[in-house]
């Protein structure tokens, strides 16, 4: 019987020493190359689509009372932008590209300040701009950022007709205008 227990303390032997004489290891480790690639980027659109916005000029409910302008708020302008650290900052202009407002009325428009579900640093509005055929900044201030798609997102744009002059006002002079926004540095 003794032999056999020599021969199992040589076997507890020879495994407790395999741990230290041959010893195994299961992690390795290698690496990869990432390339990373930002360009310049400044895309804006109105939505939620291109639809005409309609601002008639209603007439009174009662005789001697005044017609009213009217008011929509219907379009968001969404942007995005990714600009190189030395970059000017976007702003974003408007002014009428084609048409007139008749005589006697005045259409301005306002962006709202940011609201929605972007990030980043975005511009901020200049207020009511009277529209006309020179172009004047709405929004500055755009850094890198996204403002979210569509409706709710980005900066309500509210246009509003107004009667200055009830002296001009000529129901022959209705009319249709494209109002042009642009991003740029």
């Known amino acids: 019987m003794k032999p056999k227990l020599q021969t199992v303390i040589f076997i507890l032997l020879c495994f407790a020493g395999w741990g230290t004489i041959a010893p195994v290891s299961a992690q390795v480790t290698d690496n990869a190359t990432v390339s990373i690639k930002l360009n310049r980027i400044t895309i804006?659109?109105?939505?939620?689509?291109?639809?005409?916005?309609?601002?008639?000029?209603t007439a009174p409910t009662e005789a001697g009372l005044p017609a009213?302008?009217?008011?929509?708020?219907?379009?968001?302008?969404n942007y995005t932008c990714c600009l190189q650290s030395g970059d000017a900052d976007r702003s974003i202009t408007v002014n009428i590209g084609s048409g007139s407002v008749p005589p006697?009325?005045?259409?301005?428009?306002?962006?709202?300040?940011?609201?929605?579900?972007?990030?980043?640093?975005?511009?901020?509005?200049?207020?009511t701009i009277t529209l006309s055929a020179t172009a004047q900044t709405l929004?500055?201030?755009?850094?890198?950022?996204?403002t979210g798609n569509g409706p709710n997102n980005g900066h309500q744009l509210t246009y509003n007709l107004e009667i200055t002059d009830y002296s001009k006002l000529d129901f022959d002079n209705s009319n249709t205008i494209q109002v042009?926004?642009?991003?740029a540095d």
């Open 104 to 127: 006697g009325l005045k259409l301005s428009v306002i962006a709202s300040a940011y609201s929605g579900t972007g990030n980043g640093t975005f511009g901020t509005s200049s207020g």
């Open 139 to 146: 929004i500055s201030g755009i850094r890198g950022s996204y």
């Open 44 to 57: 804006m659109d109105i939505e939620p689509n291109n639809d005409v916005i309609a601002l008639p000029v």
């Open 180 to 183: 042009v926004y642009t991003i």
């Open 68 to 77: 009213q302008g009217k008011t929509d708020n219907s379009k968001w302008l």
